[in-house]
C-alpha cells in the first residue's frame, strides 16, 4: 500500500511513478496507492504518466480508511488527508513491513519497502 495525500503532488507522484517502475518486475506484487482524490483523477494521472503497474483508490468517502491505518491528518491546511506510508502486505494480509514518513514532503524508503517482499 502506497498511501498518499494526494497524486497531483510531486512527492506523491514522484512515489506512485518509482512503485509503478519497480513493480513492473516482481511476480505476484499488486501496487495500491491510496489517496484522497476522486478516482477519476487518480486514473487520469496515472493514465497521462503511462503507469499500468498500480492500482488507485480513494480514501475520499471513506475516512474510516484514514483512521483504521492511523494516517488521517487531523488538522491544518490538509486535514482530511492522508499521511504518507507505506505498508507491505503478504498474500494472508500479514504486515511485512510499514513506515509512517515522518515528514510530507520527504519520500518513503523503497528499498526498506521492497526488501520485505
Known sequence: LNIVPSV????CATSTRKFNEKASSLDNTVVLVI???LPFAAGRFCGAEGLENVTTLSSFRNYSF???YGVAIQDGPLAGLTSRAVVVLDENNRVLHSELVGEIKEEPNYEAALSAL
Open 35 to 37: 489517496s484522497a482524490d
Open 66 to 68: 484514514q483512521e483504521d
Open 8 to 11: 497531483d503532488t510531486p512527492t
